[in-house]
């Protein structure tokens, strides 16, 4: 007669030392004091709070999580600057772990600016901001101080956005998502990848995921200041 194997238990983990993230099995959660959904996620019921599922399809920073994210900057009182906000998926989870903290979020397009701008009403600690990127010093008033730095940009001249934001805001750490293909579309993503480190030397790199199977040619890239 066959063994009859065991069901293992999923054991519920808090991540990065704080109750904000939670990891159950394969899936990522963030407590929230909101029981709505921002976009046809799951909402659970655990520790007698709610948690929202944080979907690594929908979200880079999920899926760097899943993939063994080391290190997260990004606490409960974090001041945060986001770079390419788009509809406010990931920006919604960010708000939820830095519930005590704000983030300015910054989208240059109407459509997705316009959906943000509905999320925003809803939370006290997202400031969307309707601007562009490569202009820092446009928004640069708007923002006392900045923790953490966030940027999920397509542009060809990404690094460079990167770079002008980091030396006009002057954060602790920042997380770079690197899309190879908006750089060069035939040119290897290592490679590219490679040359972006290089030009990253003036800053302190914690971490590098590759981000797929949930983003092909996508890689995150996580700095701290020197």
Known sequence: MAERKQKRSVQPVFLYGSKSILKIGTKIYTRTNK???????????????????????????????????HHMPIGEKSYVLYLGASTGTTVSHISDIASQGSIFAVEVAYEPFSKLL?????????????????????????????????????QRNQIAIFQRNMEKFNPRSAFLI?????????????????????????????????????????????????
């Open 35 to 69: 029981n709505k959904k921002v976009y046809g996620e799951d909402i659970i019921r655990f520790d007698h709070n709610n948690y929202r599922e944080w979907k690594p399809e929908r979200s880079k920073l999920s899926a760097a999580i899943l993939k063994g994210l």
């Open 118 to 154: 509905d999320l925003a009403e809803q939370r006290d600690n997202i400031y969307p901001i309707m601007e562009d990127a490569n202009l820092p010093e446009r928004y640069s008033f708007f923002i006392d101080h900045i923790d953490v730095m966030y940027q999920d940009i397509s």
């Open 178 to 226: 690197l899309k190879t293909r908006s750089i060069a579309s035939t040119q290897d993503s290592r490679t590219i990848l490679k040359n972006t480190v290089d030009q990253m030397s003036s800053y302190n790199i914690r971490e590098i995921i590759d981000l797929s199977p949930y983003d092909t040619d996508h890689y995150m890239i996580l700095v701290d200041a020197r």
